[in-house]
């Protein structure tokens, strides 16, 4: 079966720059969602998926064809976010979200303090093993994608998730949940 | 050290990735009550972290993205076209006078594909410099450069002055909510050779910063509180970036 991205992606390197609308129309939302959810702001999620189509579109003469597109443009975000996150003087936006909309019961509090209390276990994390964890628990990433996007082995994407988990559940516990 | 078997097999219960084999030697395993510790604490922290997962988030940038990619491809075509010339005249008897006929019609039609560019002139900018305290300031420290974004109300406009100290070239893009805002005008208060500024959609785009500082004025459409956003980027990359609450 010939990959449906492969195609759009010829004719953008033909000329035909609405292809390359319609790559950023089926993936723009999920770009989206990493990058949010590296970063936790939303303008700058933003920014990123923005830069990242244009260094693709930009950069696509170099795409190997052999590879998946989705996998392409997600490292590049990945890549953006990562790097965006290191630099950024936002601050989050979980905050503002958890603050939106009214509290109306115990359990709703009690889920906003938890949602905090993890956030920040998660924050305390390394790059690499914070990128495992939000590509599989956040992003539903297979072990196959997760390999493909990061270019490194599956034994070694489990081994390092098994790392990443045991470092979660450490902080967790030391945040006292 | 906790049994490698055991940490393999609760992550892959985690996974739902266990053989009925791998459950047997599980349940074995978590006979010992310390294995059932560690079993447990994993696992509920899995779930823990499985219930704070926030929604889907929802954006639509396809159209602005679009004619972003679109700007940059007529900037290109007309940076080859450029180049092209150049390389066709260089030696020619007549090259330098054709060159700067050619050179004049393209610099006719990068004029005509360049997004509006609004201009502020000396007298405006007397009358609102009059005072130069600003309501402001937003400091910038990063490596291989430092500087500030002032603020500075007025009636009908916000000033947003930008203002590094950097001797590399630093790119600066100023995003504003466009139903609050209209752009009114740029100035850059040097006229070096490679400061230039481009507004397009939401945003303006400032060339160049190095010993440059540019003034931009946004007028309000609205008189509510809102944010722009600011990002310095050298060459296509971000170095820095913040958001700016306009609350008069």
Same mark, same amino acid.
């Given at each position: 079966?010939?990959? =449906?991205?492969?195609?759009?992606? =010829?004719?953008?390197? =033909?000329?035909?720059?609405?292809?390359?609308?319609?790559?950023?129309?089926?993936?723009?939302?999920?770009?989206?969602?990493?990058?949010?959810?590296?970063?936790?702001?939303?303008?700058?999620?933003?920014? /990123?998926?923005?830069?990242?189509? /244009?260094?693709?579109?930009?950069?696509?003469?170099?795409?190997?064809?052999?590879?998946?597109?989705?996998?392409? /443009?997600?490292?590049?975000?990945?890549?953006?976010?990562?790097?965006?996150?290191?630099?950024?003087?936002?601050?989050?936006?979980?905050?503002?979200?958890?603050?939106?909309?009214?509290?109306?019961?115990?359990?709703?509090?009690?889920?906003?303090?938890?949602?905090?209390?993890?956030?920040?276990?998660?924050?305390?994390?390394?790059?690499?093993?914070?990128?495992?964890?939000?590509?599989?628990?956040?992003?539903?990433?297979?072990?196959?994608?997760?390999?493909?996007?990061?270019? /490194?082995?599956?034994?070694?994407?489990?081994?390092?998730?098994?790392?990443?988990?045991?470092?979660?559940?450490?902080?967790?516990?030391?945040?006292?949940? | 050290?906790?049994?490698?078997?055991?940490?393999?097999?609760?992550?892959? @219960?985690?996974?739902?990735?266990?053989? #009925?084999?791998?459950?047997?030697?599980?349940?074995?395993?978590?006979?010992?009550?310390?294995?059932?510790?560690?079993?447990?604490?994993?696992?509920?922290?899995?779930?823990?972290?499985?219930?704070?997962?926030?929604?889907?988030?929802?954006?639509?940038?396809?159209?602005?993205?679009?004619?972003?990619? #679109?700007?940059?491809?007529?900037?290109?075509?007309?940076?080859?076209?450029?180049?092209?010339?150049?390389?066709? @005249?260089?030696? #020619?008897?007549?090259?330098?006078?054709?060159?700067?006929?050619?050179?004049?019609?393209?610099?006719?039609?990068?004029?005509?594909?360049?997004?509006?560019?609004?201009?502020?002139?000396?007298?405006?900018?007397?009358?609102?410099?009059?005072?130069?305290?600003?309501?402001?300031?937003?400091?910038?420290?990063?490596?291989?450069?430092?500087?500030?974004?002032?603020?500075?109300?007025?009636?009908?406009?916000?000033?947003?002055?930008?203002?590094?100290?950097?001797?590399?070239?630093?790119?600066?893009?100023?995003?504003?909510?466009?139903?609050?805002?209209?752009?009114?005008?740029?100035?850059?208060?040097?006229?070096?050779?490679? #400061?230039?500024?481009?507004?397009?959609?939401?945003?303006?785009?400032?060339?160049?910063?190095?010993?440059?500082?540019?003034?931009?004025?946004?007028?309000?459409?609205?008189?509510?509180?809102?944010?722009?956003?600011?990002? @310095?980027?050298?060459?296509?990359?971000?170095?820095?970036?913040?958001?700016?609450?306009?609350?008069?």
């Amino acid at each position: 079966m010939i990959d =449906n991205d492969i195609l759009l992606v =010829n004719e953008t390197l =033909n000329g035909k720059i609405e292809s390359f609308g319609m790559l950023v129309e089926k993936y723009q939302n999920t770009m989206f969602n990493l990058a949010y959810k590296v970063t936790m702001n939303k303008d700058l999620a933003k920014d /990123i998926v923005q830069d990242s189509f /244009i260094r693709a579109f930009e950069k696509l003469k170099s795409f190997n064809q052999e590879k998946r597109f989705f996998s392409w /443009i997600y490292r590049i975000t990945l890549n953006e976010s990562i790097n965006a996150k290191k630099r950024s003087r936002f601050t989050d936006n979980l905050l503002e979200d958890l603050a939106g909309g009214d509290i109306t019961t115990a359990e709703e509090i009690e889920k906003r303090e938890l949602m905090l209390k993890i956030k920040k276990s998660i924050d305390q994390l390394d790059d690499k093993y914070k990128t495992l964890i939000i590509l599989k628990h956040y992003q539903e990433l297979s072990y196959d994608e997760m390999s493909e996007v990061l270019n /490194i082995p599956i034994g070694k994407v489990k081994s390092r998730l098994y790392t990443a988990r045991e470092y979660l559940r450490i902080n967790i516990e030391k945040t006292g949940q | 050290m906790k049994n490698q078997l055991l940490i393999e097999l609760t992550n892959k @219960f985690i996974d739902k990735e266990l053989t #009925s084999d791998n459950q047997l030697v599980l349940n074995d395993l978590l006979k010992d009550p310390d294995n059932k510790k560690y079993f447990e604490s994993m696992v509920n922290a899995i779930d823990k972290l499985k219930r704070c997962k926030t929604p889907e988030q929802y954006i639509d940038i396809k159209n602005q993205l679009m004619s972003k990619i #679109s700007q940059r491809r007529k900037e290109n075509i007309m940076e080859k076209i450029l180049e092209g010339l150049s390389s066709v @005249f260089i030696g #020619s008897k007549y090259g330098y006078a054709v060159s700067f006929g050619l050179g004049g019609l393209v610099v006719g039609l990068l004029l005509f594909i360049q997004p509006a560019n609004y201009h502020v002139d000396d007298t405006f900018l007397k009358g609102v410099m009059a005072s130069p305290d600003y309501d402001k300031t937003y400091y910038l420290e990063e490596q291989g450069f430092t500087g500030a974004v002032n603020i500075k109300y007025s009636q009908d406009m916000v000033l947003i002055d930008v203002n590094l100290k950097t001797n590399e070239n630093i790119d600066c893009k100023l995003n504003y909510d466009k139903t609050r805002f209209a752009l009114f005008g740029v100035k850059p208060l040097s006229n070096n050779e490679g #400061s230039k500024f481009a507004s397009h959609g939401n945003s303006v785009r400032l060339s160049n910063l190095d010993s440059n500082q540019y003034l931009v004025f946004l007028r309000y459409l609205q008189k509510n509180d809102s944010k722009v956003h600011v990002s @310095f980027y050298s060459g296509s990359m971000m170095v820095a970036n913040l958001t700016i609450d306009i609350t008069k």
